[in-house]
């Protein structure tokens, strides 16, 4: 028979053989899952997709931020209204304190009380 050297380096050959087709077959499933990961991603970042999750927030956020703006305007104009109307009740105030004054002026000096 063959000599046991030769018998150990063809068994040690196979053995090596056998272990890089196994090695190959899991690098090749694992650089498979890899690209898949990769290719995903790349989707992700390149947006070419059809439902782009970042671009609905945003246009949410955007239609928000038009409704506070309108609010604040409509909020803005109310509060002048107001102040404009208290502007015309102090003035009001004022005439018919002012009148309030001069009556009671000439009251006195009717009655004989001067000031």
């Known amino acids: 028979m063959s000599d046991p050297t030769i018998t150990v380096a063809l068994i040690t050959s196979i053995a090596g053989i056998i272990g890089l087709i ?3 077959f899991f690098d ?3 650089l498979r899952i890899i690209r898949a990961d990769t290719r995903e991603a790349k989707d992700q970042v390149a ?10 927030i945003d246009q949410k956020v955007d239609a928000i931020l038009a409704r506070m703006d309108e609010s604040d305007r409509r909020t803005d104009a109310r509060f002048n209204m107001i ?3 208290l502007t015309q009740i102090r003035r009001g105030e004022t005439a018919d304190r002012e009148e309030h004054t001069s009556l009671w002026v000439a009251l006195r000096q ?3 009380k001067k000031e």
């Open 28 to 30: 090749t499933r694992e």
């Open 83 to 85: 102040q404009e109307d």
């Open 47 to 56: 947006n070419t997709h059809t439902i782009n999750f970042r671009d609905d």
């Open 22 to 24: 196994i090695k190959s």
């Open 110 to 112: 009717i009655g004989g």
